[in-house]
C-alpha cells in the first residue's frame, strides 16, 4: 500500500514536473521571438486542460505572429476564465485595434452594464468562494442571534443574518452566470480574413455584409452543422459558414 | 573709360601676341607651342619672358624637329595709366619655326636665360606629331588653320562627327557613369544649334562643368588627323535597373566652306576665296546601359550610398547644461552619388528634443561621380539632467570596387547633461515643470510565466459535490445545535423580547381596569391595581423577576436604563401613595383617586419613551 502510493505520488512529481518545463520553454521560446515554436507547445498544453495564463500567452504569441484573429480569440478564452484581468483585457484592446472592422456596439442600460461589468469582475469560482464566506458569515450572525441574551446584540445578529444571506444569494447568481457563460459560449470569433454574411444557410444566400478577421459575432443558431446563424453587437443578423469561425 | 576701353585692347592684343599666360611680376620663361601636329607641319615654338633686360638666351638641341627659322627676336612694352596709377611691362619673345619629319613623342627642351640679373628656365614639354593625313594627301589640317576641300558643297560624314562614349556600360544602381560627347571636325566648324540633348530618362543628370576657353586639339583618329574637342560631359546616375538607353543626340552644325572664287571682285576681297556655310545635322548612336540591381542583402543603416566613401563625426560638447543645444556633426566624405544618399539614422535617447538635420554638400563633379564632402549636423537640446549615451552611428553603402555592402561605424558618445539654470529664459514653453506622459509605442503587455495547473474543460469548483457541501456540513452542524439548545433559544427569545414588548400593552390594560374602578369609587381595589400595574410594568421592561423588586433596588434599576430622576421620584411617590391610601381611612381615599389615575398614567409614559431596547 505504501509502495503504491509512492508510486503515485512520484508519477504525479513528474507529471508536475514535465508539465512545467513545458510551459517554461514555450515561455523562453516566446521571449527569443521563436513565436512559431512557442505557440506550438502552448497549443499541446493546451490539449491537456485549460489555462487563463497560457490562453493570454497563446494570444501574445499569436499577436507577435501577426495572426489578430487567434490573438484575440486566445484572449477572449483567457478572459472568459480570468474575467476582470487587467492585462488581457489591455492586450485585447490592442488587437481590437488593430482589426478593420468598426465595432458599434448597442448601447446598453447603465445599470444592465454595471451589473454586467459588476460580474465579469471576477471568475465562476471565486463568486462561489465569496458566497460560501457569506454563507458562514450568515451561520455566524444568526448563532449571534441566537445565543446572547442582550436585545442589542440580537438585534445586530438578526440583521447581519439578513443581510449575508442576501449577499450569499447575490454571489451565488453572479456565479452561476459566470458558469453558464463557459458552459454554453455562444461567442465565436472570425478567423478568415474576410467573410461574407449571408440572409440564408447556403453560398447561394443574399450577400448581407463583409465582416473581417478578429470580429466577435455570436451565434443565435447552432442547429445547423455547416452554417451558423449569427448576431453583431449592433444588433445584424445573418448566416456564416461555420469554417469561418471558431467558438470561443 | 576711354582710358579702360583701350586697357582692355591692349590686353586682348598682348594675350594675342603672347598666347600665354602672362605673370606680371614673376620673371619667368614661357614656352608654347601646340600639343599635336601631324608629320610635315610647320609650327611656331616661341619662349616668351616678361622682362627686357635678357642676357645669354639659350635653348637646347632640338634635334627631333627641323627647324626652319629662329630664334628671331620681338620685343614688346607697354605703359598704362589708369586713375593716375602707371604700370608699364616689357617682354621679349624668341621665336622658332619648326616643322615635324617623323611620328612619335618628342620633348622640346627647356630654354635658359638671365633676367634681371637672374638665371632662369622654362620647363621642358613634349609635342606630339601625328602620322600623315591620309584622306587628304598633303597639308592636312594644320592648327588654326581651316581645311579646304576640292568638292564644295557637300560634307563627308567623316569630315565632322560627334562621339558619345560612356565610361562604363555595365553598372550597378547608382553607379556613376561619365558620359562624353566630343567634336572630331576636319572641317571649319562655325558653330552649332538647334541642339538637342535626350532627356537621360532613368537617370539622374549633373552636367560637368567644362572650362569656358574651349582647347582644340589634334588628334589621329581613323587615318584623319581631326581637331576634337569634349563639347558636353555628364555624369549619369541610374535610378532603374535593367536595360536603360541613352537615346542619340541631334546638333544642328554649321561649316563655312571655301569655295574657288568665279567673281573677281569677289576674289580681290576675300583672298581668292569665297566662303559658303553649309548646314549639317549631326546624331549620336544611342547607347545601352545595362543597370544591375544592388545585391540583396542590404544591411542595416543602408542609406543608399552608392561609391567609396568614409565617415567621421565630432559631438559639439559631452558635458552641457539641460537645455543647451548640443551638436552632433557627421562627415561623408567620397566619391559616389553624395547627393542621394539620406543622411543616417541617430537614435538619440527618447527624452531629447531632435530637430531635422541640417546637410551642407560641398562637392564636384568628376568622371567617378560626385566628390566631395556632406556634413550632416543633427541638432539636439537635452531636456532633462542625466547622463545620455548616443549610440555609434552606422552607415552603410556599397562598395563599388569590391562590389560589396561596406558599413562604418562612428564613435559612440557618452553625454553628461546637468541641471540647468532653471532660467525661464532657457526653456521652451516651461510653464510647469511636469510633463505629460509620451507613449513612445504601444505593444501588448509581456506573457505571464508564473507556473499554472491545467483544469480540465469546464472543470470548476463552483457547483460541485464540494462545493454544496460546504453548504449543507455547516448548515447541518447548525441545526443540530439549534435542536440541541432550542430551549434556551426559546426563552432567549421569548422571556426577555416578548416581555419587554408587552409590558405597556399590561401596564395600560390593569390601568384601564384600575380607571373603571375609579368610576365605580372602589377605592381599595383601584389603588391595588394600579400598584399591580406598575410594578408589574417595571418587572417586564427591566426584564427583572417581580419577586426580586422591592422599593429598595427599584431606584438603581431605573437609573442604570437611564430614567431621569425627576421621573423616578414621581415614580416612587405614587407608590407611597398607594400604599398609604390603602390603609388610610374612607374619605382621605377618595380625595386623590383622580390625581393618582393621571400622575400614574403619565408616569408610565414617560418611562415607556425613556427605557429603550
Known amino acids: 500500500m505504501k509502495q503504491h502510493i509512492s508510486i503515485l505520488f512520484a508519477l504525479l512529481f513528474a507529471v508536475t514536473s514535465a508539465f512545467a518545463q513545458t510551459k517554461a520553454q514555450a515561455d523562453s521560446a516566446y521571449i527569443n521571438k521563436e513565436y512559431a515554436q512557442a505557440i506550438e507547445i502552448y497549443e499541446s498544453l493546451l490539449q491537456q486542460g485549460e489555462s487563463g495564463e497560457i490562453y493570454y500567452n497563446l494570444g501574445n504569441a499569436y499577436f507577435k505572429q501577426d495572426e489578430l484573429g487567434r490573438a484575440i480569440l486566445n484572449y477572449e478564452r483567457a478572459l472568459l476564465l480570468q474575467p476582470g484581468n487587467a492585462d488581457v483585457s489591455a492586450n485585447l484592446d490592442i488587437a481590437r485595434a488593430k482589426t478593420v472592422d468598426k465595432i458599434n456596439p448597442n448601447p446598453e442600460v447603465f445599470f444592465v452594464a454595471w451589473t454586467r461589468a459588476l460580474i465579469n469582475m471576477l471568475p465562476v469560482d471565486t463568486w462561489g468562494a465569496w458566497g460560501i464566506g457569506f454563507f458562514f458569515c450568515t451561520l455566524a450572525a444568526l448563532a449571534i442571534y441566537f445565543f446572547t441574551k442582550g436585545v442589542r446584540w440580537r438585534k445586530i445578529g438578526f440583521f447581519a443574518a439578513l443581510i449575508s444571506l442576501i449577499l450569499c444569494i447575490v454571489t451565488n447568481l453572479f456565479a452561476f452566470e459566470q458558469k453558464g457563460k463557459i458552459d454554453h459560449r455562444t461567442d465565436a470569433i472570425v478567423l478568415s480574413p474576410s467573410v461574407t454574411v449571408r440572409s440564408t444557410p447556403s453560398d447561394e444566400g443574399t450577400s448581407l455584409f463583409v465582416i473581417h478577421e478578429g470580429r466577435k459575432v455570436s451565434i443565435k443558431d447552432n442547429s445547423m452543422k455547416e452554417w451558423k446563424e449569427i448576431t453583431l453587437e449592433d444588433g445584424k443578423v445573418g448566416w456564416i459558414p461555420v469554417c469561418a469561425i471558431e467558438i470561443i | ?613
Open chain 2, 1 to 613: 573709360m576711354i582710358m579702360k576701353k583701350t586697357f582692355y585692347i591692349w590686353i586682348l592684343l598682348n594675350v594675342w601676341m603672347l598666347t600665354g599666360i602672362y605673370a606680371a611680376n614673376q620673371v619667368g620663361i614661357t614656352a608654347n607651342a601646340p600639343d599635336a601636329v601631324a608629320v610635315g607641319d610647320q609650327f611656331r615654338l616661341s619662349f616668351t619672358i616678361n622682362t627686357q633686360n635678357v642676357r645669354d638666351f639659350r635653348v637646347g638641341e632640338i634635334k627631333d624637329f627641323d627647324v626652319l627659322m629662329g630664334p628671331s627676336r620681338s620685343q614688346q612694352s607697354s605703359t598704362q595709366m589708369i586713375n593716375g596709377k602707371v604700370t608699364s611691362s616689357s617682354s621679349i619673345t624668341f621665336t622658332y619655326i619648326l616643322m615635324a619629319n617623323k611620328e612619335g613623342t618628342f620633348t622640346i627642351p627647356a630654354a635658359t636665360a638671365q633676367a634681371d640679373g637672374k638665371e632662369v628656365a622654362s620647363t621642358p614639354f613634349q609635342v606630339k606629331v601625328l602620322p600623315k593625313d591620309e584622306a587628304n594627301g598633303i597639308g592636312g589640317v594644320g592648327s588654326g588653320d581651316t581645311q579646304t576641300s576640292r568638292n564644295s558643297g557637300t560634307l563627308n560624314a567623316t569630315d565632322l562627327f560627334i562621339t558619345s562614349t560612356t565610361s562604363k556600360t555595365t553598372v550597378y544602381e547608382q553607379e556613376a557613369i561619365l558620359l562624353t560627347y566630343k567634336i572630331y571636325a576636319a572641317v571649319d566648324l562655325r558653330g552649332f544649334d538647334n541642339v538637342k540633348l535626350p532627356d537621360f530618362k532613368g537617370f539622374q543628370s549633373q552636367e560637368v562643368e567644362l572650362p569656358d576657353d574651349r582647347r582644340w586639339e589634334l588628334e589621329h583618329y581613323r587615318g584623319r588627323n581631326y581637331r576634337t574637342t569634349i563639347y558636353r560631359q555628364f555624369v549619369l546616375f541610374p535610378q532603374q535597373t535593367g536595360q536603360l538607353e541613352i537615346e542619340s543626340a541631334r546638333f544642328d552644325a554649321s561649316v563655312a566652306r571655301a569655295t574657288e572664287a568665279i567673281d573677281p571682285f569677289d576674289a580681290f576681297f576675300n583672298r581668292g576665296n569665297t566662303y559658303v556655310e553649309i548646314k549639317k545635322t549631326l546624331t549620336t548612336p544611342k547607347i545601352l546601359v545595362t543597370v544591375n540591381p544592388l545585391p540583396s542583402g542590404k544591411p542595416d543603416g543602408y542609406t543608399g550610398g552608392v561609391g567609396d566613401f568614409s565617415i567621421s563625426s565630432s559631438l559639439s560638447s559631452n558635458h552641457v547644461k539641460a537645455n543647451d543645444a548640443v551638436t552632433l556633426k557627421l562627415d561623408i566624405t567620397g566619391v559616389g552619388n553624395l547627393k542621394l544618399i539620406k543622411a543616417p539614422e541617430v537614435k538619440f535617447p527618447d527624452d531629447f528634443e531632435i530637430y531635422d538635420p541640417k546637410v551642407d554638400n560641398q562637392f564636384r563633379i568628376t568622371s567617378t561621380g560626385l566628390s566631395g564632402s556632406q556634413t550632416i549636423e543633427y541638432l539636439v537640446i537635452p531636456r532633462n539632467a542625466g547622463n545620455y549615451k548616443i549610440p555609434a552611428v552606422k552607415f552603410s553603402y556599397f562598395d563599388t570596387k569590391s562590389q560589396s555592402y561596406k558599413t562604418l561605424t562612428t564613435e559612440a558618445y557618452e553625454l553628461q547633461v546637468d541641471k540647468g539654470d532653471g532660467t525661464s529664459s532657457q526653456t521652451v514653453a516651461n510653464y510647469n515643470n511636469k510633463e505629460d506622459l509620451r507613449i513612445l509605442n504601444e505593444d501588448i503587455r509581456f506573457i505571464k510565466q508564473n507556473d499554472v495547473t491545467l483544469r480540465p474543460r469546464g472543470g470548476y469548483f463552483f457547483n460541485s459535490l464540494g462545493y454544496w457541501l460546504f453548504y449543507l456540513i455547516p448548515l447541518a452542524i447548525f441545526i443540530i445545535i439549534f435542536i440541541i439548545y432550542r430551549r434556551q433559544i426559546a426563552e432567549n427569545a421569548n422571556v426577555t423580547k416578548m416581555k419587554n414588548k408587552k409590558a405597556n400593552k399590561v401596564a395600560l390594560k390593569r390601568m384601564k381596569e384600575a380607571g373603571k374602578l375609579l368610576a365605580d369609587g372602589n377605592g381599595d381595589q383601584f389603588y391595588d391595581e394600579v400598584l399591580k400595574a406598575l410594578w408589574g410594568y417595571t418587572s417586564d421592561k427591566l426584564n427583572i423577576p417581580s419577586s426580586m423588586l422591592s422599593k429598595d433596588n427599584i431606584e438603581g434599576q431605573l437609573k442604570e436604563h437611564q430614567v431621569s430622576q425627576e421621573v423616578i421620584n414621581e415614580f416612587i411617590e405614587i407608590l407611597d401613595t398607594c400604599e398609604f391610601a390603602r390603609f388610610a381611612p374612607g374619605e382621605e381615599k377618595h380625595q386623590n383617586m383622580d390625581k393618582v389615575y393621571a400622575s400614574a398614567l403619565d408616569t408610565i409614559g414617560k418611562m415607556e419613551n425613556t427605557i429603550k431596547h
